[in-house]
Every structure is written in C-alpha cells, then in structure tokens.
C-alpha cells in the first residue's frame, strides 16, 4: 500500500455549527448527523480509517466557511484564534498523525498576518486554510499583499477552499443545489484563482504557493485556453509570463472529492507529476474510496508515490 498524506480534511470547532447552515440545510437529517459525527472526531474512528488507508498524517482545517461567514470582523478575529487553538490542542494528542492550517480572519489583512504569525512560529502550523472571499472581498486586492507577503516569507502555502459566491448569481436562482458542492463552488473558487493569476499577485509573490481542491476547480483543464485567449481579450493587462505558467508553479492541486482516473491522468499531464497531491475531503468523501482510486490510478509507481506523499512533504516541510 502507497504511503499517504492528505490535505483537504476537515473538523469542527465547537461553536462554529452555524456559519455551516448554508449548506448543511441541504442535507437530509440522517446524512447530517454521520457528517457531524466525523467532524468532531479525532480519535478512534478517524485515525482507524486513517491507518486503513495507509495515511500517515492528515493537515487538518476548520469545515467552510469558518471565519469567513462571520460579519463581525472582531468576532472574526477573536473565533480564528480559537479555532486555531482547539485545532493546536487536538494535534498535541496525536503529534504524529495530524498537522494544521490555520484559520485567518481576512476581513483586516494585518490581523491575519499576526494570526498567520502565530500560528506558524508558535504552534506549528504547516500554512492557512481560507474558504473563499470574505463578505465579497476577493484577495488580488492590494490590500491583501501584507498576507501574500507573510505566506511567502514564512513558506506556507495557502488553501483556497470553495464558499458559496457573494449573492446569488440569476443562472442559481431556483437552483440551491447548484449554487453549492455540485457546481457553484467550484466556479467561486476557480475564478477567485484566476483573480489572483490575472491580478499579477504570483508577479509580486513569486514563491506563493495556492493550493486548490478538486482537481483544480477545473482551471488545469483551460490552461491553453487560457493563453490563447489572454492574448486577444487582455484588456491592458500584462503578466510576466503566459497564463499557464503560473498553474503547475504558484497553483497547485489535489485530488479531493474527485475520483476520477481520467481525470487525474489528465491533470498530472498538464500540469506536472510534482503539481498534484493526494487528498480526500473527508468527512464530506469516503477515505476508502479515494484510497482505493489511487492505488489503482493509472500511473507509474514512482508518480503515484510523489502525489501520495512526497509533494506534500516537500511542500509543506513535513
């Protein structure tokens, strides 16, 4: 069995279950209680499913949308520090097994920094886990470069994870299930990606790494169009290097919640074999069918160990 790290895996900070509601509504009463179950766990269950599946360490975040749901940037503040301090506790009982990004409150980008800060020097967090924009604030704003600025210094890579869009885009109206999981989240996050390429924020950071789920939310899959049309539509903007460029480099992906063959053959032949990592999504997907989907991935073996494992490790010091 292919030795594992995953990345995109989930808890539940006591006291955050409402900034959840927005999509946890969708599901039937049945489906939310296993879902809870797993997210407060961090022993027996979790750490056996863990072992079934030959993963070794998991870099846990608090679930969507966290800190980034709340309206109060104060509150904000004071609930990512207590998110990242329960997250702290829970991985000194099991040092070994699990790592930490770190909730930010993005709302003031110098709080973030400190909070940033913290939780790298201090309790050994391995980069930041933000879900989204923050009350329609996207990050290719200069505004936010203090944080891209204090990710690239401290070599922590930053995990864009999906949230529902700012308002209710006309084509989702009617339409609640598209607007979440299924769709709407993975056009959010893809185009937020594309704000911070086109933004120029990988010209002026050129050592941030993004790390984007589910395969790339799509982007790795539009890569040359990308080029070919930039080149016609760019509207006075200048990048130092061709869009693609920049999604393989500054953007890299995981596997999680797809579990596909095709797919991932396809995203490690456009994007690279050291641009892909292993991930699950868990408790939202099933451990063992994104174990089983790996081991059979049509790859070689020394591929399959580098998405498995070394790419995070090299990428997130572990």
């Known amino acids: 069995m292919l030795r594992k790290i995953a990345l995109e895996e989930h808890f ?30 961090f022993d027996d269950k979790r750490l056996a499913l863990m072992d079934g599946a030959g993963i070794d360490v998991m870099i846990l975040s608090q679930t969507g949308p966290g800190v980034q749901g709340e309206a109060d940037p104060e509150l ?34 110098q709080e973030a920094v400190a909070e940033l800060s913290r939780c790298v020097n201090e309790l050994g967090f391995r980069g930041a886990l933000v879900n989204g924009h923050t009350l329609g604030q996207y990050y290719d704003d200069p505004a936010y470069d203090p944080v891209w600025k204090a990710l690239q210094d401290l070599r922590a890579p930053l995990y864009l994870h999906p949230i529902d ?55 790795p899959f539009q890569r040359w169009r990308f080029d070919s049309r930039f080149a016609v539509y760019s509207n006075g903007v200048t990048l130092e290097r061709q869009p693609s460029d920049y999604i393989g480099s500054n953007i890299v992906i995981t596997t999680s919640g797809v579990c596909s063959d095709a797919v991932l053959v396809a995203a490690v032949a456009e994007m690279g074999e050291d641009a892909v990592m292993f991930s699950v999504d868990y408790p939202y997907e099933s451990i063992e069918l994104a174990n089983a989907f790996i081991e059979g991935a049509s790859l070689p073996d020394a591929t399959k160990k580098k998405i498995c494992k070394g790419n995070a490790e090299r990428l997130f010091r572990l």
């Open 12 to 41: 539940m900070t006591p006291g955050f279950e409402s900034y959840s509601e927005a999509f946890t509504r969708l599901m039937s009463e049945t489906e939310f209680k296993a879902l809870s179950a797993k997210l407060y766990d």
């Open 76 to 109: 904000a503040i004071a609930r990512a520090r207590q998110a990242n301090d329960f997250l702290a506790a829970q991985i000194a009982r099991h040092p070994a097994r699990y790592a930490g990004f770190a909730a930010l409150p993005m709302h003031r980008p």
């Open 165 to 219: 869009a700012h308002g209710t885009a006309p084509a989702f109206a009617g339409r609640p299930e598209l607007a979440g999981a299924i769709w709407g989240w993975g056009v959010e996050t893809g185009t937020h990606a594309l704000r911070l390429l086109f933004g120029g924020v990988f010209d002026r950071f050129p050592e941030l790494t993004v790390v984007l789920g589910h395969m790339g939310e799509g982007l």
